[in-house]
Structure formats: structure tokens, C-alpha cells
């Protein structure tokens, strides 16, 4: 695990935003300016609900976490070749990228055929650049923003995508055409990101300026309601968080509400830095102001005690958590279930599970993949074995994953013949083995000629697993 990652952060279960549709409607020309747009906001909205997905997508409350789990989007050039991204294929080479800025920037009034012509596929990655330019460039990108739609439905529920046009309107100034855009993508309950707004980041160290900016924005995601002033707040002190201008963060929680998971934002960080007395200050903020603590709250502080070895201070603050009447979850027992691995105390691991169920709590796979591994690692081969039996009968949900996990780690230290053992135990009882692990050990038995006859035994075996499963 990289330095400056806590555990929790690894294991937080953030929803992913991103959907997908668009009707393939047909744009019509315009013209827009290159510092703005003279569409009318009423055409935006005509233009924006005919490329819209009639399908509902998933609904995301504003008190969830969810807006975390976003894809890492943007590239240099030489990054912008044939691939695959979010599985849609983009071949927006270098040259035909650069061909789409400059036709952007020309703003001629057949530019959407211009675009046609080009012929590039479209993908988060490839329509994030070309964002990145315009935005950083001050350029309107409302007319390919637009043919982007007409052209790739996947992409017009994408978060980060949405967020891009967001940033190029703020950057631009143009507030109008801002809400209009919101107001859409509540109504279809698309949520917003902390690339929203990056035009607040580059308005220099004017703090007056900066907050003005800022009450200006919070009142257009108050008047848009919906998943993108829920989300908008959030990505808001998440971004300002992530720059360390944690002033700007209380600023904008100051002018909204101060709910946990905005508190949470800034104990992650904390705890990410390493900061624990100002963490456990913002626990005592919380409370004042009638916040209460979750377990999410008490969990980044928990991982990060733990990975800086302080085992003993965040025992202490578990015991605190029960005091306090708020319930560890799976989670909280993981944490320290690994981190007593990586410290080689197996016997407080195995006390930590034995606390996880006597409170009614089932261990996540990640739990079993902890205890596997730390037996495995530590040498004690004959204990992870034992370990994968004794759960497969309590969890049988989790005992084809963790046999798999077994064999796949005998597997890469080389002992081929252990692994192999372990995937006829597993076929034995029923259960089938992960495909790539068995595909992988199959290579490695038919490229030798002795192995040969076990290879067919092993394809007999998966092959009945097969065709039992699918009678």
C-alpha cells in the first residue's frame, strides 16, 4: 500500500456516478463566440432535452458518499492513441486531436460537420482533453459539448464530462448558461465533481475575490436543487480539501449546512496527512455544532492510527466508539485485522474476528483475502489452508474466491503442484475455480509434456463443473 493512503480510503465503498445515454438526435448549427455563447438558455435546454436518455438512472442522495469513486480522467498528448476507455474505444491520435482544438477555436459555423469528418471515436479520456485545453484557454466548448452528445450516449450521464462543461462556463463567466446546464442535469439526476470547479482555483490569492466566487456558485447550485447541489457542495469541499485550502472548504460548509459527510471529508484528510490532534479537534467541532461522529468518521481515524503503528491508541478509540453508542462495521474490524497482520500479531487478528462475529457482523471478502495472505506471508502455509476449510463452511459464499485466492498465491511463488492440489479440493466439492487462474495453470501444464495427463484431468474436472451448472 502506498505511503499517504490509509486503508479505509482502499476499502471505502464509494458509489460510481458515471451512466450513460443520449438519443443520437441531430444538432443544429449555431454560432457561438469564442468567450461565451449566444444561445439562448431557453435553446439550451430545447438542444440538451433532445440528446437526453428518456431511462431513468440511479438515484443518488446528496447525504451519500457516492461522489468519490470517480474515474481519474485527462492525458498528454502522447497518451492520446487508440484505446479503450470506460469501454469506449477512442482513436483520437495526436494529430486529429489537435485538428478538433483548433476547429473549436475557429468556431466556423460548420463546425459540427467538421467534426463528423474528423470521424474519432469519443471517450471520458479524449473529450476530458479536449476540455482541458479549451478550459485552460478560456474557449467555449458549449458547441462540442453538444455534437459530443449527438454523437456518444454513453457520454452524457458521465460526471466528469458534465462537471467539464460546468468549469468551461465558470471560466468563462457565463453563469447564465451555467444554471441552465444544472438545472438539466438535476432533472436527469447527473451529479457533479470536483473538475466542476476549477475555474475557483485560478482565481488567484485574493481571499475576498475567491469567496465572492464561491457564494456566487452556491447560490446557482441552490437554485438548480437536486443531485447537482448535493453533489456540488460536496465536490466543492472535497476540491478545496484536496488543495489543503481548508479555510475555503469551512467557507462553503459555513454558507450551506454542516452535515457529517462534509466533516468527513476533511477528518479523511487529516488522517490521510497524518494530522491527528487537529483530526480529533474537528471530532469535538462535530459535536458542538450537533454533528454526531459516524463510523466512517472514526474509521479514517482508526486506519490511519493503525498504519502509522500506533495500534494501541486506536484500540482506545474503539473502545470510545462503543462508549459513545456508535457501532464498529465490518470495516472497523478489517482495519485492524490487517494492520495486526502486517505488524505479526496473529493473535489479535484472530481476536478481532472473533469480536467481528460475536456482534453479528459477517467478514467482507477483503477480510478472508487479509487473513489468507497475512497466514500465507508469514510462512504458515498449512494455517491458510486451514483457514480457507474452516470459513468455506461457515461462509459458503466466500469459499470459492478464498480457495481460488489460495492456489493463485501458491501459484505465483511457484509451487505449481500445491496449487494444483488445491484446485482439484476446490472442483472436488463443487466448486469452480476463477477462470484466469485455471486458464493460467493450464498453460503452464500443457507446455510440458509429463503434465500433460493432469492438464486432461483438470479439463475433465472443469468441464463436469460446467455442465452441472448449467443443467
Request: proline share 1%.
Amino acid at each position: 500500500m502506498s505511503n499517504g493512503t490509509t486503508f479505509a480510503d482502499k476499502n471505502s465503498e464509494f458509489e460510481n456516478l458515471d451512466g450513460d445515454g443520449s438519443d443520437d438526435s441531430q444538432l443544429t448549427k449555431r454560432s457561438v463566440d469564442g468567450f461565451g455563447s449566444n444561445v439562448s438558455p431557453k435553446q439550451i435546454r430545447e438542444n440538451i432535452e433532445l440528446i437526453r436518455n428518456d431511462e431513468d438512472e440511479t438515484m443518488v442522495s446528496d447525504e451519500t458518499n457516492g461522489f468519490e469513486n470517480l474515474d481519474s480522467v485527462g492525458s498528454d498528448d502522447s497518451q492520446m492513441k487508440k484505446r479503450k476507455v470506460d469501454g469506449v474505444e477512442s482513436n483520437a491520435i495526436p494529430k486529429q486531436f489537435s485538428k478538433i482544438v483548433e476547429l473549436i477555436r475557429s468556431n466556423e459555423n460548420d463546425l459540427e460537420s467538421k467534426l463528423n469528418v474528423i470521424g474519432a471515436s469519443l471517450s471520458v479520456r479524449s473529450v476530458s482533453e479536449v476540455f482541458r485545453v479549451l478550459n485552460l484557454a478560456r474557449v467555449s466548448g458549449l458547441r462540442y459539448f453538444e455534437w459530443v452528445l449527438g454523437r456518444n450516449r454513453q457520454l452524457y450521464y458521465n460526471a466528469d464530462v458534465c462537471s467539464l462543461i460546468i468549469d468551461n462556463c465558470g471560466r468563462l463567466d457565463d453563469y447564465e448558461t451555467m444554471i441552465c446546464l444544472l438545472k438539466n442535469f438535476s432533472t436527469h439526476r447527473i451529479c457533479l465533481t470536483e473538475k466542476a470547479f476549477g475555474f475557483l482555483l485560478v482565481l488567484g490569492s485574493n481571499k475576498d475575490l475567491v469567496k465572492g466566487s464561491i457564494e456566487r456558485v452556491i447560490n446557482v447550485l441552490n437554485e438548480a436543487g437536486g443531485s447537482c447541489r448535493g453533489s456540488g457542495i460536496w465536490a466543492l469541499i472535497k476540491m478545496f480539501v484536496s488543495q489543503d485550502s481548508f479555510e475555503m472548504a469551512e467557507f462553503v460548509m459555513g454558507k450551506t449546512e454542516r452535515k457529517v459527510s462534509y466533516y468527513n471529508i476533511f477528518i479523511r484528510e487529516k488522517c490521510r496527512k497524518c494530522h491527528f490532534e487537529e483530526a480529533l479537534g474537528m471530532l469535538e467541532e462535530m459535536r458542538q455544532f450537533g454533528c454526531e461522529p459516524n463510523v466512517t468518521t472514526y474509521n479514517y481515524l482508526l486506519s490511519s492510527l493503525c498504519k502509522n503503528e500506533r495500534l494501541a491508541e486506536a484500540c482506545s478509540v474503539l473502545e470510545e466508539i462503543q462508549e459513545k453508542g456508535c457501532h464498529p462495521d465490518a470495516l472497523t474490524f478489517e482495519i485492524f485485522i490487517y494492520y495486526s497482520y502486517r505488524l505479526g500479531k496473529i493473535d489479535s487478528a484472530v481476536q478481532f474476528l472473533d469480536r467481528m462475529v460475536s456482534v453479528g457482523l459477517e467478514p467482507r471478502p477483503q477480510t478472508h483475502a487479509a487473513f489468507i495472505k497475512g497466514y500465507f506471508n508469514l510462512g504458515k502455509y498449512e494455517e491458510a489452508h486451514q483457514y480457507v476449510i474452516d470459513t468455506g463452511v461457515k461462509y459458503e459464499h466466500s469459499s470459492n474466491m478464498n480457495y481460488s485466492l489460495l492456489a493463485s498465491l501458491h501459484e505465483r511463488e511457484g509451487k505449481l503442484s500445491v496449487a494444483i492440489d488445491i484446485l482439484i479440493e476446490m472442483m472436488d466439492k463443487g466448486l469452480k475455480p476463477q477462470f484466469s487462474l485455471y486458464r493460467r495453470i493450464l498453460k503452464r501444464l500443457q507446455n510440458s509434456s509429463q503434465a500433460r495427463s493432469v492438464a486432461r484431468d483438470l479439463v475433465g474436472r472443469f468441464s463436469r463443473l460446467r455442465s452441472e451448472s448449467s443443467e
